[in-house]
């Protein structure tokens, strides 16, 4: 997607060996217009999929997932975040480990909003070590739901998340696809 | 504003004496299309303010801010709630107490995303007691920011928030205003 990767040029930072900063558009100052796009794209991407609903995760999910629910018409649940070690009931629940903050979160979506046979696509930020998204498809395979997809904002392909997804044989789709950081440049695959 | 009001009686769930979840449609489950609705009518209220920059507060407040920026053409800045004691550098921080969980969080804002002379809109999802708005205008105190309004799309009116806000001499909006909890029904003022 053109207009994400040129703003990935211009306004990402890269910290460190393998850290991509986008707090300026994405995880904490938000462009919604930009929002918007993504939304739209995703729809066009699997617009051909029967989707019942999206999953993410808070909170920098929350905002592309919204625009893709508007566009594909259908509700958005975002997992909340918990780390504590007592879970309220009746949740679905899993541990997703993350490598750039070294903590552990459980995941937890309510069993109101996740339903046998129900078509659910998951969008996230980022695709990185594949934590959050492995976590999501735990949830939705406990709930007996059908997963349709990934879509990703941005995906570091050379961190192992891809492979991690294509082993459990889910479609993936990253809006821009990092292939490496070299000079403080971000090289897109 | 009607949809939202029908929304609340048909979907809410009271709990106790003065909880409402409505998260079957903003704090967990996310109605896309009601969202975008709350955005155009936070956008239609505040038209005539000159408005730089929306913030709001992860996570429930994300989905009605990004699609008021969206209709304002303005970026949103969502505050990271964090509870641990050591704090990074370069942030504008308040505390924030939740009477729901008992718990205090550190809400935070990068200095990069809140600059002297904004003029910024405030919007959340839920004024009870008025302390997650009331860090925020502490935020935007700090940065020598100034507050053009507060955009609440459920109001609890027999909570003190409004009170609050109110001696802080800030315009406020809220798009259902609830007077009671009666016989298990929502009371609108």
Not at 18 to 47: C, R, Y
């Amino acid at each position: 997607m053109k207009i994400l990767e040129q703003k990935i040029q211009k306004d990402g930072r890269i910290l460190g060996a393998d850290v991509l900063k986008v707090d300026s558009f994405l995880n904490h100052q938000i462009d919604p217009e930009l929002m918007q796009a993504i939304g739209l794209e995703f729809a066009a991407l699997f617009a051909n999929e029967k989707i019942d609903k999206i999953l993410t995760v808070e909170s920098s999910g929350i905002a592309p997932a919204v625009f893709a629910g508007l566009a594909l018409h259908v509700p958005v649940v975002f997992a909340r975040k918990n780390k504590s070690l007592t879970l309220p009931e009746n949740v679905w629940t899993a541990d997703v480990y993350s490598f750039t903050k070294q903590t552990t979160n459980h995941i937890m979506i309510d069993h109101r909003f996740l339903s046998a046979n129900e078509n659910v696509l998951i969008i996230d930020d980022f695709l990185a070590n594949g934590q959050a998204a492995e976590g999501l498809l735990k949830i939705i395979n406990a709930a007996e739901a059908n997963v349709v997809g990934v879509g990703i904002v941005i995906e570091k392909t050379f961190q192992k998340g891809r492979q991690i997804l294509d082993e459990h044989g889910v479609r993936v789709e990253s809006l821009a696809r990092i292939k490496s950081f070299e000079n403080g440049q971000v090289i897109f695959l």
